[in-house]
């Protein structure tokens, strides 16, 4: 917009201003003033407000996240510090571990690496097996092809390896 076209415009709402009643200028600069603050509160204040009253409950959800790393950091020292365990020993464990699942796994040993076969096994029994061959036998997985069956259960395969350090 040029100068003189700005200049016009001011013009004509100068005149339009003082052509209105002073009962509808009031009620102009009371709309104009509700307007401002309402919009100043939805765009600049509520964001705000929300994210303040939120902050409790998201500090203390990433409290929780961090204890949960600091559990898992210490458990990861402890298992780095373990001295080796002899082949033979692991292989042990990990077979008696293999056998508590009944026929819902196989286990087969090849050298270096031992290959889980599953079929209909849950996830917390899955979750609960690796955690305790990671502890007694010392191994860890490291490839895993599951399938999830309609009734929840994992079916597949788990890839580890033993005596490996992580």
């Keep these: 917009m040029s100068r003189a076209e700005n200049s016009a415009w001011r013009?004509?709402?100068?005149?339009?201003?003082?052509?209105?009643?002073?009962?509808?200028?009031?009620?102009?600069?009371i709309g104009s003033t509700v307007?401002?603050?309402?919009?100043?509160?939805?765009?600049?204040?509520?964001?705000?407000?929300?994210?303040?009253?939120?902050?409790p409950q998201k500090i203390e959800a990433l409290d929780l996240q961090l204890q949960d790393m600091q559990r898992?950091?210490?458990?990861?020292?402890?298992?780095?510090?373990?001295?080796?365990m002899p082949a033979a020993q692991a292989q042990a464990a990990l077979t008696a571990a293999a056998q508590r699942l009944g026929d819902k796994a196989r286990l087969s040993l090849q050298?270096?690496?031992?290959?889980l076969q599953l079929s209909h096994l849950s996830g917390d029994q899955l979750?609960?097996?690796?955690?305790?061959?990671r502890i007694s036998a010392r191994v860890r997985a490291v490839e895993a092809q599951l399938t999830r069956t309609p009734q929840g259960d994992y079916t597949g395969s788990?890839?580890?390896?033993?005596g490996a350090r992580s």
């Design 111 to 115: 050298g270096e690496r031992a290959v």
């Design 11 to 29: 013009q004509a709402l100068q005149q339009r201003w003082q052509s209105l009643a002073e009962r509808e200028r009031v009620l102009l600069v």
């Design 127 to 133: 979750a609960t097996w690796l955690a305790e061959v």
């Design 158 to 162: 788990v890839v580890l390896a033993l």
């Design 35 to 55: 307007l401002g603050l309402a919009l100043l509160w939805w765009v600049g204040l509520a964001p705000a407000w929300r994210s303040v009253r939120a902050a």
């Design 72 to 84: 898992l950091a210490a458990e990861a020292k402890a298992l780095r510090a373990m001295p080796p």
